[in-house]
């Protein structure tokens, strides 16, 4: 299957309870050219994304920080839709709730042809809806989210570099207008006490006994 160089800069988290399913669909994204993370639990792929509660989390599976998600970069998650726990649609809609993952494509993966099910899982945000055994036909239908995922990336990224300069350049002005201030005001202090300095001789007459008499 024909893929540019740039497939492999796309990061894809599989999910999946099943070690046989989750071997299958890390093999044909490898095939396809993607980055692959595999965990067995909606758990799991929360705490790989940075939302996994910490009161949940096992000892032996540590929290993962919030910032973890933008470091690893994920592209695209897919998972079974049947899971022990945490189902694929409860993972769906903790990452379609979450402000910081939202425009993370998702598709569910079932066994299962149930209409309902599909349907539910559309409407709730899932971009494709994958039935059982996954074939490498259908990944190609990945490749249209994946695109969409990292150009809305990268405009967040343009977005926030665009704050920033702009938050740079004002800094500045505030800075050279700070250094512009001192330069103005010692001439205008000059000017007045000259102006007391000079009138100072004309507006009075000598001094008899201690008292100045006006003009």
Same mark, same amino acid.
């Given at each position: ?53 910490? =009161? ?10 919030? &910032? ?6 994920? &592209? ?20 379609? =709730? ?54 809305? &990336? ?17 800094? =500045? ?22 102006? =007391? ?19």
């Amino acid at each position: 299957m024909g893929m540019s160089a740039t497939d492999s800069q796309f990061h894809v988290l599989a999910v999946d309870d099943s070690v046989i399913d989750r071997k299958l669909i890390e093999r044909l994204l490898k095939t396809s050219s993607y980055q692959v993370t595999t965990v067995d639990s909606g758990s799991k792929a929360l705490e790989f994304l940075g939302l996994y509660e910490d =009161e949940q989390s096992s000892s032996d599976s540590p929290s993962v920080s919030p &910032n973890n998600q933008q470091e690893v970069g994920v &592209n695209l998650v897919i998972t079974d839709y049947c899971m022990p726990g945490m189902t694929g649609y409860d993972l769906l809609k903790k990452i379609k =709730e979450s402000s910081s993952l939202r425009n993370i494509p998702v598709v569910i993966m079932s066994s299962e042809n149930v209409p309902s099910r599909i349907t539910r899982c559309l409407e709730e945000g899932a971009e494709e809806f994958f039935l059982k055994p996954v074939r490498l036909s259908d990944l190609s239908r990945l490749r249209p989210h994946l695109m969409k995922s990292k150009s809305s &990336n990268q405009n967040q990224e343009k977005q926030g570099d665009e704050s920033e300069n702009s938050e740079t350049q004002s800094q =500045e002005q505030d800075h050279e207008l700070e250094q512009q201030q001192p330069q103005t005001m010692p001439p205008n202090n000059n000017k007045r006490k000259a102006m =007391e300095e000079g009138l100072s001789p004309d507006r009075t007459r000598p001094r008899y006994g201690g008292i100045a008499t006006l003009v």
